[in-house]
C-alpha cells in the first residue's frame, strides 16, 4: 500500500507538469513579448518557387520571448536563441486558463485508475484464509 501511495504521488506530480494548451490564432512577435510561453512554427523551405514539404516546418518553445537591441530572442530552459524572423511563420502564446483545466482534467481522470490498479495488486497479493 506505501508503494501505491507513493507511485500515485509522483504520477500526479508529473501529470500538473505535462499539459500545455496554446491558443488557437497566432500572433506577432511583438504581440508574444514577456507573455511566457511561447510556440514558433518556422515556414516551409521554398526551392525554385516550390514549396519543399519535407522536412516539416519545425517547432520550437520557449519560455518567453524578449527583444535586445532589436533582435527577438527565444529564452529557454538551457540557453537563448536569437529567432530569425525571415523564417517564422507562427507564434502561439500559452494558453493557461485551458492548460490547467485541461491538467485537473487528467489528474482527475488518471488518479482513480491508478488507485484500482494498485488496489487490484494489493487484493491479488492478500491471503484470505481464517
Known amino acids: 500500500m506505501k508503494k501505491t501511495i507513493i ?4 504520477l500526479v506530480t508529473i501529470l500538473f507538469q505535462s499539459c ?6 497566432s ?3 511583438d504581440e508574444s513579448l514577456n507573455k511566457g510561453k511561447t510556440k ?3 515556414k516551409h523551405e521554398i526551392r525554385n518557387g516550390l514549396k519543399v514539404i519535407s522536412p516539416p516546418p519545425k517547432e520550437h518553445t520557449f519560455k518567453n520571448i524578449e527583444l535586445i537591441n532589436g533582435v527577438y530572442y527565444g529564452v529557454s530552459a538551457k540557453d537563448t536563441i ?3 524572423t525571415t523564417v517564422v511563420a507562427s ?3 500559452r494558453d493557461i486558463k485551458k492548460s490547467n483545466i485541461s491538467t485537473i482534467i487528467l ?9 484500482l490498479i494498485g488496489a ?4 491479488r497479493n492478500a491471503d484470505f484464509s481464517f
Open 40 to 42: 514558433i512554427i518556422d
Open 82 to 84: 536569437a529567432i530569425d
Open 107 to 115: 489528474v482527475a481522470a488518471l488518479v482513480p485508475v491508478v488507485v
Open 120 to 123: 487490484a495488486i494489493s487484493l
Open 27 to 29: 500572433v506577432s512577435l
Open 20 to 25: 500545455v494548451v496554446y491558443q488557437k490564432s
Open 7 to 10: 507511485s500515485i504521488f509522483f
Open 91 to 93: 507564434v502561439y502564446l
